[in-house]
T-cell receptor, first 113, second 111 residues
Framework: DAGVTQSPTHLIKTRGQQVTLRCSPK?????VSWYQQALGQGPQFIFQ???????QRGNFPDRFSGHQFPNYSSELNVNALLLGDSALYLC????????????FGPGTRLTVL | ELKVEQNPLFLSMQEGKNYTIYCNYS?????LYWYRQDPGKSLESLFV?????AVKQEGRLMASLDTKARLSTLHITAAVHDLSATYFC???????????FGTGTRLTIIP
């Protein structure tokens, strides 16, 4: 049973560029959440997708957008990258009718130069 | 705004000793989760606590929840080096499934 997968593993971009990160949820899960984890801090909630709609959103600017596909996989897009966007981006999946236990993928390490 | 605080932030302890990590949260929450994170890695789910008085145990780790005190504890028994990691607690509520994470406790077990 495959767990949560994310791609790419690492990414280096320059300020002002745009980036797309991808996530495939654990088998049987229908909800995908995205988190940003800066070095030495706890993960911060970006948004959550269910039934291809953004269900909840954290305190992140509109530069951060996402999408969920019919197969439950998801993308996170960040436009106009800033140096402060450098972080580990974590995708988590869960089953909406369960306990909301979220299973995390390996993450994408984004470096903005 | 919901705030989740853990203490201590850093903990260095000898193998074989017992210790407790504390997680306090500021508003009513329905569920509490404990995660482990190794350096440069993702988060591994350890425990899900769903009700007041819930206690879960796995190996040398035991987690409990007191919703009235808004407090969860993660107790480590007879620590071993393999338990060295950063431990996070997180809370959410029914209808508000985003996880709000604590500050993390960086645990180092010294031989």
């Amino acid at each position: 049973d495959a767990g949560v997968t994310q791609s790419p593993t690492h990414l280096i971009k320059t300020r002002g560029q745009q980036v797309t990160l991808r996530c495939s949820p654990k088998s049987g899960h229908d909800t995908v959440s995205w988190y940003q984890q800066a070095l030495g801090q706890g993960p911060q909630f970006i948004f959550q997708y269910y039934e291809e709609e953004e269900r909840q959103r954290g305190n992140f600017p509109d530069r951060f957008s996402g999408h969920q596909f019919p197969n439950y996989s998801s993308e996170l897009n960040v436009n106009a990258l800033l140096l402060g966007d450098s972080a580990l981006y974590l995708c988590a999946s869960s089953f909406t009718s369960g306990t909301n236990e979220q299973f995390f993928g390996p993450g994408t390490r984004l470096t903005v130069l | 705004e919901l705030k989740v605080e853990q203490n201590p932030l850093f903990l260095s302890m000898q193998e074989g000793k017992n210790y407790t990590i504390y997680c306090n949260y500021s508003t009513t929450s329905d569920r509490l989760y404990w995660y482990r994170q190794d350096p440069g890695k993702s988060l591994e789910s350890l425990f899900v606590l769903l009700s007041n008085g819930a206690v879960k145990q796995e190996g040398r780790l035991m987690a409990s929840l007191d919703t009235k005190a808004r407090l969860s504890t993660l107790h480590i028994t007879a620590a071993v080096h393999d338990l060295s990691a950063t431990y996070f607690c997180a809370v959410d509520s029914f209808g508000n499934e985003k996880l709000t994470f604590g500050t993390g406790t960086r645990l180092t077990i010294i031989p």
